[in-house]
């Protein structure tokens, strides 16, 4: 069993920034592929940045040039920072860790950009 927790949102004028922060328990968090996720109102939740096991990392084309995800397995930590902000990146944050069947989620944290 894998718990996650998300810290960092909050509320940012357009153009500002914010680093999400995900830590996770249990052990092997290395083998993990961490992934950040999000929902805003009437929307379907969406991919927004995945990190796997080996470093690799993927993006949405919404967000690419203006997030970075990294991780710290030391620590069992994913970060999202996020610049460059745009009212449209206004939902909820998700954090996600997959290792084969297994699958977990964060609790969530939102995020609003607006002036």
């Known amino acids: 069993q894998v718990q996650l927790v998300e810290s960092g949102g909050g509320l940012v004028q357009p153009g500002g920034s914010l680093r999400l922060s995900c830590a996770g328990s249990g052990n092997a968090f290395s083998m993990y592929v961490m992934g950040w996720y999000r929902q805003a109102p009437g929307k379907q939740r969406e991919l927004v940045a995945i990190?796997?096991?080996?470093?690799?990392?993927n993006y949405a084309d919404s967000v690419k040039g203006r997030f970075t995800i990294s991780r710290d397995n030391a620590k069992n930590t994913v970060y999202l920072q996020m610049n460059s902000l745009k009212p449209e990146d206004t939902a909820v944050y998700y954090c996600?860790?997959?290792?084969?069947?297994?699958?977990?989620w964060g609790q969530g944290i939102q995020v609003t950009v607006s002036s």
């Open positions: 990190s796997d096991s080996g470093g690799s990392t």
């Open positions: 996600d860790a997959t290792y084969g069947p297994l699958h977990y």
